[in-house]
């Protein structure tokens, strides 16, 4: 299992869907230097979990990466059809992308 820190969550989605590439990369380059299957390879054996806002950055990775679309996705608890959130946090970019 693997837990990347893509940063605060009240920060633009696209820049975490970019900082979670960055990681998938940097995994993807370890197993290359070790001889091992690259990701996308292994991508019936990966499962994306994103937790609400998680899964937002998931599903744009996705849209941004389309090598990532292999990938199984469970999100749990994420806005996708809007949230509430973005009536009082309107000010936020993060906000006003969901």
């Known amino acids: ?3 990347p820190d893509v940063g605060w ?3 633009d989605i696209d820049l975490h869907s970019e900082r979670l590439h960055l990681f998938l990369q940097e995994q993807n380059a370890k197993l290359l230097k ?3 299957p690259t ?3 292994l991508s019936d054996k990966i499962v994306l979990l994103g937790h609400s806002m ?3 950055i998931i599903l744009n990775l996705q849209r941004l990466h389309p090598e990532y679309r292999k990938f199984r996705v469970i999100s749990l608890g994420s806005p996708l059809r809007g949230s509430y959130f973005t009536l009082i946090a309107f000010f936020l970019k993060c906000a006003r992308q969901m």
């Open 1 to 3: 299992m693997l837990l």
């Open 9 to 11: 969550n009240v920060q």
């Open 34 to 36: 070790e001889n091992q």
């Open 39 to 41: 990701l996308t390879s």
């Open 54 to 56: 998680g899964g937002l």
